[in-house]
């Protein structure tokens, strides 16, 4: 069921511009409310879901700190119970196995941590989708790959309420009219699991709405409707291992945490994942996440390749690698570009991991700062018509070593940094051409830059100049001077 959001704004007469929903403005405090000061953080929606089906009781909107307290310990012993179980899962190398998803305590498990980071990380894809203005269909047919436990769902529907809650600050109408959401996923127990999680997400939004004024609040109308769009949303059980998905059409895919396992499986999943998004129309989008480990991350890079190479209509969108042809991009076949970002830890996310450290070290922070609890690689993918394909650039060519100078041509798209004392690159196991290996006495922070605009090079990586400090640089954003970072290390 289709139901129709109406704008919330009126434009004034005295208002000869109205703001962009895809204005930067927008965007900056759209993202600031996804992730204040680079933390991303899950709603008080997709956390009360969570406990109505972790612990049947949800925190009480005036109390929420105390009251969400109150709830994790009087459930501790489950809280011990579903940390333990991913201790184990963690320590049998995290194999996400279909006979894992029959398990109650997996779900449950997979609900309090997994869903917390995978929400944002939908949400934090979904915005780059709207920095490059992609998300423009007013009546978005959603296909979810993989249900899970309801992730995507809970991601886009937060989205779309702050989006639109930014768009109405602004003036700006909101392009989003109606939504019809269809989850696929071959577990019927995991299909089960994401509709109540969906059914108690939408109770949450319609107490949130109907304790609010009665008054004719746009705040109001919008959970209503995006109530109404969870609540209709679709469930079907589907293996795309053995069948390839044909139903009503769809202008917006999502694979969050699947190409893995379908390629995995003895099938066709992977092709047909690409055919999905090959058939989407003009304007229709695409968001695959995948876990930002070395191996998933090379894999997904490389089934980009060969699908825009396959689908010349469909064009990779963001950072990098979106305006070459399939036959330069040989350096994403082996590009460990995963993302980065950290996490505002919700306390049941903050508990679990805290129980968990009692059963085995826990290596990251446990603070809610720079803890860089998001780690994971994506491909945002759009069909175009020959009209709007963009031109192609050439590559730049660079040698092994090269310095940089001033003068030095610049086509920089950050897609990540790290910290080390050996300034050696490794750019892939079968390549060890071009390794520059010195050994420094401090520690060194390297960043990374897509390869691909570079002619034959498979990593660019530059340092930073001791004592420099580095503004923050956007995943995927262009550095356009390089006064404080120096050196390029580069392999044909
Ligand atoms: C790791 S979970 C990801 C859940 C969610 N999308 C997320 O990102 O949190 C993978 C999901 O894909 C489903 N899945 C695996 N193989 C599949 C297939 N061949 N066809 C449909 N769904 C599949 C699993 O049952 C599971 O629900």
């Known amino acids: 069921m289709d139901t129709m959001l109406p704008s919330t704004h009126t434009d004034t007469p005295e208002q000869s511009q109205p703001f962009s929903p895809f204005d930067p403005a927008i965007i900056t405090t759209l993202e600031n409310l996804i992730a204040p000061g680079g933390r991303a953080r899950v709603s008080p929606y997709t956390e009360s879901a969570q406990f109505q089906i972790l612990f049947g009781d949800v925190p009480e909107p005036q109390r929420r700190h105390d009251s969400a307290r109150r709830i994790l310990e009087a459930n501790e012993a489950r809280i011990d119970a579903l940390a ?5 899962f963690s320590q049998q190398g995290k194999h996400f196995m279909q006979a894992d998803y029959d398990s109650t305590d997996f779900r449950d498990m997979y609900l309090a941590y997994y869903c917390t980071t995978n929400v944002s990380k939908i949400q934090l894809s979904l915005l780059d989708l709207v920095r490059v203005a992609a998300l423009k269909e007013a009546h978005l047919r959603v296909l979810d790959v993989g249900v899970g436990t309801g992730t995507t769902l809970l991601g886009l529907m937060d989205f779309f309420i702050l989006w639109a809650c930014v768009c109405d600050l602004y ?6 009219q109606s939504l019809a959401f269809t989850g696929i996923d071959c577990s019927s127990g995991n299909l089960t699991y994401a509709k109540d999680m969906a059914l108690a997400y939408a109770t ?3 107490q949130r709405a109907h304790g609010q004024a009665s008054s004719p609040d746009p705040a109001e109308s919008l959970l209503t409707h995006v109530e109404q769009w969870t609540g209709a949303a679709c469930w079907h059980q589907h293996d795309l291992s053995q069948e390839p998905y044909q139903d009503e059409p769809v202008n917006l895919i999502f694979a969050s945490n699947v190409l893995n396992e379908l390629q995995r499986q003895q099938g066709s999943g992977g092709t047909h994942l690409k055919s999905l998004i090959a058939n989407l129309p003009a304007g229709g989008a695409a968001i695959i996440i995948e876990p930002g480990a070395e191996k998933e991350t090379r894999t997904l890079m490389a ?3 060969q699908l825009i ?8 969108l963001g950072g990098c690698a979106n305006d070459l042809s399939p036959e330069k991009l040989q350096a994403c076949d082996c590009c460990w570009n995963a993302r980065r970002e950290s996490l505002h830890q919700t306390l049941l996310y903050a508990r679990f991991r805290q129980t968990a450290a009692k059963y085995a070290e826990d290596k990251r922070a446990l603070n809610n700062f720079e803890n860089n609890l998001l780690s994971w690689s994506y491909a945002l993918l759009q069909a175009r018509d020959d009209a709007q394909l963009p031109a192609e650039i050439n590559q730049i060519t660079i040698e092994t070593g090269q310095q940089w100078t001033k003068e030095s041509p610049l086509h920089l798209a950050y897609i990540g940094s790290y910290r080390g004392k050996e300034k050696t690159v490794e750019l892939s196991s079968s390549h ?14 390297f960043i990374k830059f897509c390869p691909a605009h ?7 990586t530059l340092w930073r100049v001791n004592g420099a400090v580095i503004p923050p640089i956007r995943y ?17």
């Open 84 to 88: 333990q179980y991913w201790v184990n």
């Open 171 to 176: 003036g700006a109408s909101f392009p989003i």
């Open 204 to 206: 949450t939004l319609a």
């Open 303 to 305: 089934w980009r390749r």
């Open 309 to 316: 190479a396959g689908y010349p209509h469909i064009q990779p």
């Open 432 to 445: 060890k051409n071009g390794k520059i290996h010195e050994t420094a006495d401090e520690w060194i922070e």
């Open 454 to 460: 570079y002619s034959g090079t498979r990593a660019v």
């Open 476 to 492: 995927g954003g262009r550095v356009t001077q390089l006064l404080i970072l120096k050196g390029a290390l580069s392999c044909g």
